[in-house]
């Protein structure tokens, strides 16, 4: 986190055509771009495996804003970058805030526990144990299961299955949702 404000870089929100995902991921690989798309791989109906996005659409690039802006300029990236009209900049998303996001993507978990302290719907907690230890959402409870739901600057929200006895209540106020 001390290089990002140090070399001033940010993840920035990006929207390009349906379908152009993967290919943009390609092409920031080769340029040496950090970047980060929400996909998921499944078997097509022939058993092939076979990687989709999970949010149409959208793209998270990492870099300076100069670069940012040079790979739609100057390298012709097809994508438009989303924009915050509060601060009349970029959209940029905290690292936090897209850390918290990919794990909560990247695991799923099917446990149970115990719990002492009562939750209630849209509280903010934290996650105390697991691989998903340190993650900061809101409390969400579908069928009798326990979820907590994290957010990109209020735009896209992940959730994972925990359980209650993994949450402590956070201090923090809700933030984006």
Not at 14 to 26: C, F, N, S, V, W
Not at 86 to 108: G, W
Not at 111 to 131: C, K, N, Q, S
Request: proline share 4%.
């Amino acid at each position: 986190m001390a290089e990002a404000t140090l070399n001033n870089t940010h993840w920035y929100a990006a929207r390009t055509r349906y379908g152009q995902e993967l290919g943009i991921r390609d092409r920031l690989e080769a340029l040496g771009v950090e970047h980060f798309i929400p996909s998921e791989k499944r078997r097509n109906y022939r058993g092939q495996l076979r990687e989709r996005p999970l949010i149409n659409n959208l793209v998270f690039i990492r870099a300076d804003k100069r670069t940012a802006c040079e790979l739609r300029t100057e390298r012709a990236l097809p994508v438009n970058y989303l924009f915050d009209y509060v601060r009349h900049t970029m959209l940029t998303v905290p690292d936090k805030q897209m850390d918290d996001f990919r794990k909560v993507l990247e695991v799923s978990i099917t446990e149970g526990g115990l719990i002492d302290r009562p939750l209630a719907v849209g509280d903010r907690v934290r996650i105390t144990r697991g691989p998903l230890k340190g993650v900061e959402g809101n409390v969400l409870e579908l069928q009798g299961k326990l979820y907590v739901v994290v957010s990109l600057a209020g735009m896209v929200f992940a959730s994972a299955r925990v359980p209650r006895a993994w949450l402590e209540q956070a201090n923090r106020k809700i933030q984006n949702i």
